[in-house]
């Protein structure tokens, strides 16, 4: 079965230091990985994805992230933080639905980040 | 384009009432999806949609109904509302090709069930 972990659920930096923000997932099949970002009260924002190609994904707002499919991990990244990156990021994996050409997006439990100046 | 629009943003329901939650996508995409999001959870699929017509369950389907008559509506129908069914609601959709795999989610419609 497919899920996600993502190993901690608060990670507090200052601002301007850099940030990971770690997830492992498992999954029997070929993956497509992503990061979301939900800043308070809105929704799902889409940061980057791994569908294919190079390990090293870059999104919005200069996180990047890199897949390894030795250790089944999607780490996020940031090399400096600033005050609006206090947010709420969910890293996912996009996996078929039985008997259907649609897919579900599994979603790991959440790492707060929080920005202190 | 608006992307995915959901309606209300906010609602109270008591025990035993229904409520229609409203999806709405104009990006005429095939596929649309309905997640819920318990407190420091991730989000569970509840239902989905390849297309108006055809809808299937997802996870977390009881107490839960769908249907999909245009492309663009993917009303979630709450029957005898239940305090379990206090959650953040959220509507997606997606294209119908190899970028299906990522999905576009609306702003979500916080419910609250007493």
């Known amino acids: 079965a497919q899920s996600v972990t993502q190993l901690d659920s608060q990670v507090p930096v200052f601002e301007e230091a850099p940030v990971e923000l770690r997830c492992n997932y498992s999954s029997s099949v070929s993956v497509y990985l992503f990061w979301y970002v939900q800043y308070p009260n809105q929704g799902l924002q889409l940061l980057l994805k791994?569908?294919?190609?190079?390990?090293l994904v870059k999104g919005i707002n200069g996180f990047e992230a890199e897949f390894n499919k030795s250790q089944t991990s999607f780490h996020l990244r940031k090399p400096s933080v600033h005050i609006s990156d206090t947010a709420e990021y969910f890293c996912?994996?996009?996996?078929?639905?039985?008997?259907?050409?649609?897919?579900?997006?599994?979603f790991g439990s959440g790492t707060r980040l929080s920005i202190r100046p | 384009n608006a992307g995915v629009t959901q309606t209300p943003k906010f609602r109270i329901l008591k025990i035993g009432q229904s409520m229609t939650l409203q999806c709405t996508q104009d990006?005429?995409?095939?596929?649309m999806y309905w997640y819920r999001q318990d407190p420091g959870m991730g989000l569970k699929l509840i239902y989905y949609?390849?297309?108006?017509?055809?809808?299937d369950k997802g996870e977390v389907p009881n107490g839960y109904n769908v249907s999909r008559s245009t492309t663009e509506d993917f009303p979630l129908r709450l029957e005898l509302a239940a305090p379990s069914q206090t959650s953040v609601y959220f509507c997606?959709?997606?294209?119908?090709?190899?970028?299906?795999?990522?999905?576009?989610f609306g702003p979500g419609t916080r419910l609250t069930v007493t």
């Open positions: 996912a994996v996009s996996v078929p639905l039985p008997y259907s050409s649609a897919s579900k997006i599994i």
């Open positions: 791994y569908l294919s190609g190079s390990t």
């Open positions: 990006m005429n995409h095939n596929y």
């Open positions: 997606a959709s997606s294209y119908r090709d190899a970028s299906s795999y990522e999905q576009y």
């Open positions: 949609s390849v297309g108006a017509g055809i809808t």
